[in-house]
């Protein structure tokens, strides 16, 4: 079973405490049950009740200490992390955000050479604290490069801050905000700590409606002294994008936990719903929105999970993750609204009522694509390795299935994020062409097409300057990166040959769509709209494959979890 299934939880692992720190919190939410879970998501009840959970049972010092800092058992463990966000996202997108800006909020501090504040954050984590990532402004969204917020030195020695920030999730209670800034009258920007609950430091308000809190705050020339610098220059600006770089991909697994329960939901309902004499699950529609949906969430949980195994195995020169942490970001969440999108179509009205999860999960999925780098800017991050991707393959270190108790130091060290461009892949037909499914076929011809328009006719300079042509290649892209990274994991979970063909029935089919966007574009060329034309292909039918994806993988998720009343 590859989704999270709650109730049955026995994926393995490689020691006894991780496995208790899943089972910990799902035994709170359900212990919790969904009407409370409910009450509070509209009362926006602040989460007081989890946190005091998860101070007592160490959930999020076990998680976010790496090695050497904390208990023996509590490292940086991306697998187990992985796990976590998607357990939190599960029952509550909230519960994963105050978690999820804590890794922020902790990046910064981690990456510091400022072993005082390291020792002090893990004291803290393990007294329960939660964390803050100050890096948003309000006028100056993606562009950080201008932030506002002021060190100004002082005669006496040290510094005071002054300046705001917002949408600071966990603003009003963190014991650590990491604040970024520049050092006023230089222009060396510069990482550093606050309190929260400092008197220098006014929690302003919840700019957001949501039980979260996303707080926008004021330093009021808060004295800073060089033991809370955690760096400066070139180390705070790479400590930013480094950290986002590490968070981002958090945001792929509160989709896949999200998407999971509104499954489980959605199928209870529909296949248990009787309609002119027959169950809503036997229309021919509701099968294909349902298979679609299945297809789908397989795929973003297997991708994810192979990303990771990249990134644990990350290295000064195996900097592969650097193109499969975007492709996480951007796709693993645009394809979680197209779940939700799918099962919203088939149980309707139900979708509204104030007793159903799947209520939150269709406001909460459409968070996750836009937050920590909108699809835009992950695709334009996406489109610089594609050179290099298509047309100058070498050969790499097979990375295995990465679920041993590694802490993942490398994350913390990755250094400058530079030389995108120069970053060299496996190639990714060895990986297609192990895998004779006919729709795997039919998506390899799509793929030989589109890498012959880039010979014949790549974005011209014109096109190479236009971020919404370049947008549209980038989606063909990114599914190409995509399946291959499907296909290298559904050699290593041992994934139903039947799951393969139908996933890439999809994937034919959203090939498809892109090639009609991009020949849409007003600057297209005669050329490359030929070649879109050829990329439109038809996924193969099959109906007994159909079928038996149906009975075997869908259907009986009908009665396979619901959460406690
Ligand atoms: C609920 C919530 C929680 C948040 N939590 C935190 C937090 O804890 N800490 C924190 O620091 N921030 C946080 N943020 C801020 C969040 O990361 C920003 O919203 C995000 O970085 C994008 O900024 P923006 O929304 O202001 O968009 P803008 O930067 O205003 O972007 C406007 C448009 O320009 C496009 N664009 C911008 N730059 C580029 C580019 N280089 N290439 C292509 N297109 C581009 C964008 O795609 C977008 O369509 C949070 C936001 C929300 C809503």
Known sequence: MILLDPKNHNRPYPDDRSREVMLKAIEFFEGKGKAALKRDDREQVWYGDFLEFARKEKLFATTLTPAGYGAPDSRWDTWRNCEFAEILAFYGLAYWYTWQVSVLGLGPIWMSENEEVKARAARLLEQGGIFAFGLS???????????????????????????????????????????????????????????????????????????????????????????????????????????????????????????????????????????????????????????????????????????????????????????????????????????????????????????????????????????????????????????????????????????????????????????????RFHDYETTYAGFSQPNVEVFRGQVAVFKKMLEAAPPGEGQANDVDFLLAVGELFTLVVYGQLLLENARIYDLAEDLIDQIFDVFVRDFSHYALQLHGKASSTDIQMEHCLQMIAKPIGDADRYTRVWQDHVLPLRDAYSMNP
Request: contains cysteine; aromatic residues 12%.
């Open 137 to 423: 402004e309000r006028g100056h969204g993606a562009d950080v490069y201008s932030t506002d917020m002021e060190l100004i030195p002082q005669p006496e020695g040290g510094f005071v801050a002054r300046g705001e920030k917002y949408y600071i999730g966990n603003g009003n209670k963190a014991a650590l905000v990491s604040t970024f800034g520049k050092i006023k009258g230089t222009d060396d920007y510069v990482f550093f700590v606050v309190d929260s609950q400092n008197e220098h430091y006014e929690c302003k308000r919840n700019v957001v409606n949501s039980q979260s809190y996303v707080s926008n705050f004021a330093l009021h020339d808060y004295p800073i002294s060089e033991a809370d610098i955690l760096s400066r220059g070139r180390e705070a600006w790479n400590s930013a994008l480094n950290t986002v770089n590490v968070g981002k991909f958090n945001l792929g697994w509160a989709s896949i936990g999200i998407s999971t329960h509104a499954l489980y939901e959605a199928v209870h309902h529909a296949a248990n719903r009787r309609l002119y004499g027959q169950n809503v699950t036997d229309f021919p529609h509701v099968k294909q929105l349902f298979s679609d949906a299945y297809a789908r969430l397989v795929a973003m949980k297997l991708v994810a999970l192979r990303a990771a195994d990249y990134m644990r195995s990350a290295s000064a020169t195996d900097r592969r993750y650097l193109l499969y942490n975007p492709v996480v970001k951007m796709k693993v969440t645009t394809q979680g609204e197209d779940v939700i999108n799918h099962l919203w179509d088939v149980i309707a009205a139900k979708g509204f009522e104030r007793d159903m999860y799947f209520e939150m999960a269709a406001r909460d999925i459409r968070a996750l694509p836009k937050l920590e780098g909108t699809v835009h800017v992950n695709i334009a991050l996406i489109v610089k390795f594609m050179p290099n991707y298509f047309f100058n393959p070498e050969d790499q270190p097979e990375i295995v299935r990465r679920d041993d108790p590694a802490d993942d130091t490398f994350l913390f060290h990755q250094g400058a994020a530079r030389g995108l461009g120069d970053i």
